[in-house]
Nanobody, 123 residues
Framework: QVQLVESGGGLVQAGGSLRLSCAASGRIFSSYIMGWFRQAPGKEREFVAAIRWSGGSTWNADSVKGRFTISRDNAKNTVYLQMNSLKPEDTAVYYC????????????????WGQGTQVTVSS
């Protein structure tokens, strides 16, 4: 079992920055992929970024490339999502996920999920 707890969400003006954290506990395999997804009201859950827990590989959605950066600190068992140049369309609940997905951008292929943290970007 893996437990994931997100933090760092909040209200920010367009153009601002936030850093989300995902604290992981439990049995985390080095091969696991850690992903960030988001879900806006009335929309499907959307892939944002992912990183291999052992490091070396990252993936980003086209919509956030150049603005969001995913990283991890294995010593702290934490994955981060640094979000810069935020836009109103980035407003959503952001979720951390972990597992061994065949396709990193597909939510259903992750085994573990956090409760989410709200990010609101005002114009």
């Amino acid at each position: 079992q893996v437990q994931l707890v997100e933090s760092g969400g909040g209200l920010v003006q367009a153009g601002g920055s936030l850093r989300l954290s995902c604290a992981a506990s439990g049995r985390i395999f080095s091969s696991y992929i850690m992903g960030w997804f988001r879900q806006a009201p009335g929309k499907e859950r959307e892939f944002v970024a992912a990183i291999r827990w052992s490091g070396g590989s990252t993936w980003n959605a086209d919509s956030v490339k150049g603005r969001f950066t995913i990283s991890r600190d294995n010593a702290k068992n934490t994955v981060y999502l640094q979000m810069n140049s935020l836009k109103p369309e980035d407003t959503a609940v952001y979720y951390c996920a972990a597992g061994s997905p065949g396709r990193v951008s597909v939510p259903n292929e992750y085994a573990y999920w956090g409760q989410g943290t709200q990010v609101t970007v005002s114009s």
